[in-house]
């Protein structure tokens, strides 16, 4: 059974920082890895959108990386700000059992201070 | 750009009263999955329709039951409420799913939060 793993559970940062975020996975048998920002009691945005043929994406001050060998991913922010902290959640898109499933990690509480 | 609609955005329920959340998807996307979130918790799969029908059953309660109509929304009901099922709610959608790679994106809505008194 597929399992994703995030790591730190929590980070805090000065402004300005750039940062890593980390998220494993223990079946590379994956269609793709989608990295997704939550902020306190709001819905889920999609942040970058990783194929399994793909190394990484790139979306502005984000980048995001895909080892499928390791079962490893990365979200690389660079020059965080203020605005940054969230919690970022990653989660791999596989079929298992029979259909198509979404499994996320626990995520990770980002803050970015001032 | 439209995107995915949840509503109600809050509900208020007591225990064993009934709650049907509503989901909007994206223009044009055929597929919609159901999530749950508990405080402090990742998003947990319930369930997920793909043109009407339904594709998968994750961790949905024998009282909760979902349909995805003809103009594509769905409908998550949900009877006998229990405290446990206050969580945020989360209806995601996407176009198209076959029994291939599935590149796109899932694009979440906003979320209904559900507190069951």
């Known amino acids: 059974k597929q399992e994703v793993t995030q790591i730190p559970a929590a980070l805090s940062v000065p402004e300005g920082e750039n940062l890593v975020l980390n998220c494993s996975f223990t079946d590379s048998a994956i269609y793709n890895l989608q990295w997704f920002r939550q902020d306190p009691g709001k819905g889920l945005t999609s942040l970058l959108l990783i194929q399994s043929s793909q190394r990484e994406q790139t979306s502005g001050r984000l980048n995001a990386s895909l080892d499928k060998s390791s079962g490893r991913s990365t979200l690389y922010i660079a020059a965080s700000q203020p605005g940054d902290s969230a919690t970022y959640l990653c989660a791999v898109r596989l079929w298992e059992g029979g259909s198509e499933k979404l499994v996320f990690g626990k995520g990770t509480k980002l803050t970015v201070n001032p | 750009a439209a995107g995915v609609i949840q509503s109600p955005r809050h509900l208020i329920k007591e225990k064993r009263e009934t709650a049907t959340l509503k989901c909007y998807p994206i223009?044009?996307?055929?597929?919609v999955y159901w999530y749950q979130q508990g405080p402090g918790q990742d998003p947990q799969f319930l369930i997920s329709?793909?043109?009407?029908?339904?594709?998968d059953k994750g961790s949905i309660p024998d009282r909760f039951s979902a349909q995805q109509f003809s103009d594509y929304h769905s409908e998550l009901n949900m009877s006998s409420l229990e405290l446990g099922d206050s969580a945020l709610y989360f209806c995601a959608s996407s176009l198209g799913q076959t029994n291939l790679a599935t590149n796109e994106k899932l694009f979440f809505g906003s979320g209904t939060q559900l507190s069951v008194l």
């Open positions: 329709f793909y043109e009407k029908m339904q594709s």
């Open positions: 223009p044009r996307h055929d597929t």
